[in-house]
């Protein structure tokens, strides 16, 4: 069954915390997009802004060209997940021994022209895949639903890895994506953008249990 994270990703201290104290009302898992301008065109709330709720496992989705800088911040947050782009030029292997050192899990995002045996060493370090299939730093894009092909190719790297989704997921493709294999399925502007969000969650996630044939 895939687990519906919603997710945040703003600018807005006062957005970040309000979001942040609701969603860990009815969600037992959150990711949080962090972004320094390095790799996605936007910036975020910082790591340095911001403090981990307890009580619901917090995922990192580090959108930095160096996500070394970093890890020692990281650390200190103690998310239960750190996803970083694998597209980057830094000591990934020395971020995973780091993450793992410390008791937190480690995640790689691939976007969406990454074919994921370019990334076989990483994947067999990893934690979490995150198949990427949106607008990187921003919340409403449209999915790229050809993406969830990459599935049955990183199963195969790595039978037992979680498979996360990020980019467009929403009411109306949630079904599909949970029936392509997809473990964590993050929702970012279906739920925010919705006058009730708790309501929103809630329906997503029916909507992921559900069986049968998608018309």
């Not at 994921?116 to 994947?123: F, K, S, V």
């Not at 990893?126 to 449209?142: C, N, R, V, W």
């Not at 493709?173 to 970012?188: E, F, Q, T, Y």
Request: proline residues 3%; negative net charge.
């Amino acid at each position: 069954m895939a687990v519906i994270v919603p997710t945040i990703t703003t600018a807005d201290q006062t957005v970040f915390s309000t979001n942040l104290q609701e969603f860990a009302t009815f969600a037992r898992r959150i990711q949080i997009d962090t972004s320094d301008g390095t790799f996605a065109a936007t910036t975020m709330v910082g790591l340095n802004e911001m403090e981990l709720p307890e009580g619901v496992q917090t995922d990192l989705h580090l959108m930095t060209a160096r996500p070394s800088q970093y890890l020692e911040r990281v650390i200190e947050l103690k998310p239960s997940l750190c996803i970083v782009h694998v597209e980057v030029d830094d000591n990934l292997l020395g971020i995973a021994q780091g993450l793992h050192g410390a008791g937190i899990k480690f995640g790689l995002a691939l976007l969406k022209g990454t074919y994921p045996r370019r990334a076989q060493q990483l994947i067999a370090e990893a934690d979490h895949i995150m198949i990427f299939a949106g607008s990187l730093g921003e919340q409403g894009g449209q999915a790229d639903l050809l993406q969830y092909e990459k599935v049955p190719i990183i199963r195969e790297l790595k039978q037992d890895i979680e498979i996360g989704w990020d980019g467009g997921a929403n009411l109306s493709n949630v079904r599909a994506l949970a029936h392509a294999g997809i473990d964590v399925i993050n929702v970012g502007s279906a739920i925010t953008n919705a006058p009730d969000h708790a309501a929103m969650y809630k329906a997503i996630s029916e909507e992921a249990e559900r069986k049968g044939v998608l018309i």
